[in-house]
């Protein structure tokens, strides 16, 4: 059983989607220490001017004693801001039509909390790519531990044979240790594609929104796997 865990992110890369592509559960790490300038409540798109920040304020208030579903959103005008700036950016592309009404009625809807939205969001991208991994929070089974510690946790609870690490894995993973417990370590490196975009020269690392409005999501789904390790060649080694 091949089990991937990452934060919640708000809007991610496409990256984030090839992990879950090629686990079997996913697990949102929300119970762990939230990061200030992390990818947690923030993200990069393509505009006119260039790359352009996302983020939803934060209410910052004893942030290092939270955990990310403790996190609350600050106020409200964030979400009219966002949906105006995307509609700036996208409302010529190709696909802007098939994912407007999704889009605008996520941005008119209010949330308290930072996990609650982002949750919302992963899984509605999840179903419209197609990627069918079991979707479950870390805090629904009060999982926890540090770093390695809270990653073997996950794959014993689970019952893992292999764990799917970003590439910056390999700055704490002992893989040995995995190893005597029976579980392979697979460290990704993803190797960003290339795809048809808007506003000049091609930008990697953007939302998946960005290449959802461009090319829609059934191009989507082959692109985030162009050039990178399929689940079937993960199985295989």
């Not at 990061?35 to 393509?46: G, M, P």
């Not at 531990?145 to 019952?159: S, Y």
């Not at 704490?172 to 000049?200: M, N």
Request: hydrophobic share 40%; with cysteine; net charge neutral.
């Amino acid at each position: 059983m091949i089990l991937c865990a990452t934060q919640s992110a708000y809007i991610p890369w496409l990256g984030f989607f090839h992990k879950a592509m090629l686990a079997d559960v996913f697990v949102i790490l929300d119970d762990v220490q939230f990061e200030r300038n992390s990818y947690t409540n923030r993200n990069k798109i393509k505009t006119q001017q260039g790359e352009q920040w996302l983020t939803i304020p934060l209410k910052m208030e004893g942030h290092l004693n939270k955990t990310i579903r403790q996190m609350e959103i600050a106020d409200d005008r964030w979400r009219k801001k966002h949906w105006q700036t995307i509609y700036n950016a996208y409302h010529k592309a190709p696909y802007w039509k098939q994912y407007e009404g999704f889009f605008d009625g996520f941005y008119s809807t209010e949330h308290m909390k930072l996990i609650h939205m982002t949750e919302y969001l992963t899984r509605w991208l999840f179903k419209a790519l197609d990627i069918n991994t079991r979707v479950v929070r870390q805090s629904d089974f009060n999982i926890t531990g540090h770093k390695q510690d809270l990653i073997l946790n996950l794959c014993k609870h689970f019952n893992a044979d292999t764990f799917i690490f970003g590439n910056q894995g390999r700055e704490y993973a002992d893989v040995e240790l995995f190893r005597q417990q029976g579980i392979k370590c697979y460290f990704q490196d993803y190797q960003h594609p290339a795809y048809p975009q808007q506003w000049g020269e091609f930008v990697p690392n953007m939302s998946i929104i960005d290449l959802l409005f461009n090319v829609g999501a059934d191009r989507a789904r082959a692109i985030i796997q162009e050039g990178n390790t399929t689940k079937s060649e993960l199985l295989e080694g």
